[in-house]
């Protein structure tokens, strides 16, 4: 078989709404847009939602709007993708590492409070691999030292903590169209939050601090630029493509949680635990993905087994290579103490990522969890 961890649904829909930007003079600040935004909206329950180019790119300007500069600190997890910490350190603060909890690979909230001083200025969060963190415990915290709060939602869309939409329990919530996620638009990302101030500001700030759009000027050419801003506008081209994947996130998300299910229900745990999980009742993850941590007795064997899936045809991936503050610029520039991040670098260096997005069916979860199977019989 040929099953591979991730690949983007692209149908006839997203093509023709392609096709038809293409067919038309306006390629940004148009409708699709708008569409998409109102498509992400309505799907989150959120006030607001403004596209962007990237979720990176959504997370600094999130940060670089409310003032973060040179002598700030945000609290960020250790096992994450190195963009929720780049966004931080592009605007001159500090990322301060928490090390994740074993059960879910989330933050350690019993640590946040440890690490908070008078130069912290924010909390970032993570929904690792769409299992919501416990955000009525965080937002506490945040409240408490009045400290803003972050939700890098990458691989959290369809994930729920007490029947709110993860990225409205902070601040505001990001998320990431990259083609392995839940539904892509090529490249992307989107912000939801509940502040229309805080939302104009974005909104102005994605594109140059500049006053009006192309559409919106009555004389060609002619505008004001009102603030410092970026480019960090998405395209009529990526638009296009979510409004009609946002369409189908329901179904995504429906066969995610099947896959999920039954890989988790076939898959030999004697040697292994099974991680992401919804950590309480009170949860609903997006499943982004099964993740599995090998036991003391066979975690060297890693590379062996991955390889030997590869060979069978089934994709995996590891979901982080190391944690963030042990990689090399993050290592240099702040130094690494192994003992504080002892479960991010258990879950990083002991775990494989099997694949259960709605590009496979049953058939293919019944043979990675035989095949997986039987390579653990024989190490």
């Known amino acids: 078989m040929n099953i591979p961890f991730g690949r983007p649904i692209i149908e006839q829909e997203e093509k023709q709404a392609v096709a038809d930007v293409l067919n038309n003079p306006i390629l940004v600040h148009g409708p699709k847009s708008d569409q998409f935004e109102d498509g992400f909206k309505k799907f989150t329950n959120s006030p607001y939602a403004i596209t962007v180019s990237s979720c990176t790119a959504g997370m600094h300007l999130v940060y670089f709007t ?9 609290i960020v997890p250790a096992q994450t993708h190195i963009a929720t910490a780049h966004a931080i350190e ?6 301060v590492f928490v090390d994740a909890e074993i059960k879910s690979g989330n933050i350690d ?35 408490k030292y009045n400290l803003f709060l972050l939700e890098d939602c990458a691989l959290a869309p369809g994930a729920f903590h007490k029947n709110k939409h993860v990225g409205l329990h902070g601040d505001v919530g990001v998320f990431s169209f990259y083609p392995v996620k839940h539904i892509t638009t090529a490249e992307g990302g989107i912000i939801i939050l509940k502040n229309e101030k805080l939302a104009s500001k974005l909104k102005l700030k994605k594109a140059f601090g500049v006053d009006r759009t192309h559409g919106e000027r009555k004389i060609p050419g002619m505008y004001e630029t009102l603030d410092l801003g970026f480019n960090y506008r998405m395209s009529e081209i990526h638009a296009a493509i979510g409004v009609e994947q946002v369409k189908k996130l329901p179904k995504f998300l429906q066969q995610r949680r099947s896959n999920f299910e039954l890989l988790d229900s076939l898959i030999n745990k004697d040697k292994l635990r099974i991680l992401g999980q919804p950590v309480n009742e009170e949860t609903v993850s997006s499943h982004y993905c099964l993740s599995v941590i090998l036991e003391d007795s066979i975690k060297d064997k890693r590379p062996e087994i991955m390889e030997r899936l590869k060979i069978e045809g089934v994709g995996t991936s590891i979901y982080y290579p190391q944690p963030v503050p042990r990689m090399k610029y993050y290592r240099d520039k702040y130094g690494y103490d192994e003992k504080k991040y002892r479960n991010a670098s258990l879950i990083s260096d002991n775990s494989i990522n099997l694949p259960v997005g709605p590009h496979l069916n049953k058939k293919h979860m019944k043979f990675i969890a035989k095949t997986f199977n039987k390579i653990l019989e024989l190490i």
């Open 66 to 74: 409310i003032g973060l500069g040179p002598g700030d600190e945000v």
């Open 90 to 95: 592009l605007t001159g603060a500090k990322p």
């Open 109 to 143: 909230i019993s640590k946040i409070e440890l690490e908070i001083n008078k130069n912290t200025k924010a909390i970032s969060v993570v929904h690792y691999l769409g299992v919501p963190v416990d955000m009525t415990a965080v937002k506490k915290i945040a409240d």
